[in-house]
């Protein structure tokens, strides 16, 4: 029987001192938070997105092609199903959405319940779980890593696990410094870099407040008149700030890239009308209703309280009718509804992430156990990895998928 030190109480520190518990190992869980689970916690806004439905292959699919290669054994170990059916022994019973996303039923405290199950799974399995303990460093030489530092105390074992997370909301506990200690092992790793965060614009509308955009897709390019960069379908809610919603999460990390380069323009493109089909609409509407309002025409196409603004923005008075539109005032109206221009994008930030892109390269873990390559007895799994899915529970499976693998010691 070994001694195993688990560094990290979220989802795959979890599964991981669970696994290597059930394996008959005396394992000891860290957590610097005062309780197990934080981020968990919230999680798909309180209510915890576990996972996402769907066969291991349609899962890696999410994934860059690096990261699913690097994905497949753990998934097919541990996967969607395994993790539904350990919590439904537990009590939790969970359903899915449309979007193929997984959660718990919805009811009061459904985060704290998967949370709660989890750790009764640990704890029933035998593991010693220490909350405020803030591991700082670790200690020892290559190949072997002999003990790791909580404070003045030293603590020595025969493994140890790394599952403490990455960089984004330190509120959480998840500060990143775990990279720091593995550059000191000269381990190879990527600096933290925002992913699946809400994006702040250089022109913040905060009167826009709440109001979201949907059936379209947000585009960015390399400037007004660049290239097309990345393209996203889904929603975008507008922020004091920015933009958040689907769309915005998922472009923000080629976002952040553009901008760091130099280059970075938004616009939110409508899916059901293309700029030629919505002016010809105009002209007949202005044919056949030619007292129209210019602004009771843009609010059939966009929320109401974007009306008045945007036609301020374009120059386009309020009480201006179609019959007396001209071209140039047609061509903005047409192009606000088709394709709202954003404009250029502020640094994202990391902290807001849902992850954190960077992280140990996979290339020097080996995805069957979850080892740090050329050392004995050091695993690291979950958000510490250099993995970053899309949002509807991915990273969360790979954080489960990847805890399991490194437990099976």
Known sequence: MAKVVVVGGGAAGLVAAWRAASRGHAVLLLEANGRLGVKLRISGGGKCNITHDGPPKALMAAFSKEQARFLRPSLHAFDNRAVLDLLRREGVETYVRDNGRVFPLDRPGSA???????????????????TGARVTG??????????????????????????????????????????GWLKGLKAPVRPWFPALAPIPLARPRGTWEGVALRE????????????????????????????SGPAALEL????????????????????????????????????????????????????????????????????LMLKDL???????????VTALPLGGPQPVPLARGEVAAGGVELAAVDPHNMALR????????????????????????????????????
Request: charged residues 25%; aromatic residues 6%; hydrophobic residues 45%.
């Open 112 to 130: 704290g319940a998967v949370v709660s199950a989890f750790e009764t799974l640990v704890r029933r399995a035998g593991v010693e779980v220490r």
């Open 138 to 179: 670790l200690e020892g030489e290559f190949p072997r890593l002999s003990a790791l530092r909580v404070g003045e105390e030293r603590l020595a074992a025969d493994a140890f696990i790394l599952a403490t997370g990455g960089a984004s909301y330190p509120e959480t506990g998840t500060r990143g410094e775990a990279l």
């Open 216 to 243: 379209g897709e947000l585009r960015l390019s390399a400037g007004p008149e660049g290239r097309r960069l990345a393209v996203f379908a889904g929603d975008i809610l507008f922020t004091k700030v920015g933009i």
């Open 252 to 319: 923000s990390q080629a976002t952040e890239r553009a901008r760091r380069e130099g280059a970075a323009w938004l616009v939110y493109a409508s899916s059901l009308a293309a700029p030629e089909r919505v002016d010809a609409a105009l002209i007949e509407e202005a044919r056949a209703n030619p007292r129209l309002l210019a602004a009771t025409w843009l609010q059939r196409h966009l929320p109401e309280r974007l009306v008045d603004p945007l036609l301020q923005e374009a120059a386009v008075d309020r009480g």
């Open 326 to 336: 001209s071209r140039a005032a047609r061509r903005e109206l047409v192009g606000l």
């Open 374 to 409: 050329g050392w004995e007895n050091l695993r690291v799994c979950g958000e510490l990895l250099d993995l970053d899915g899309p949002v509807g529970g991915y990273n969360l499976q790979a954080a489960f998928s990847t805890g399991f693998a490194a437990g099976t010691l």
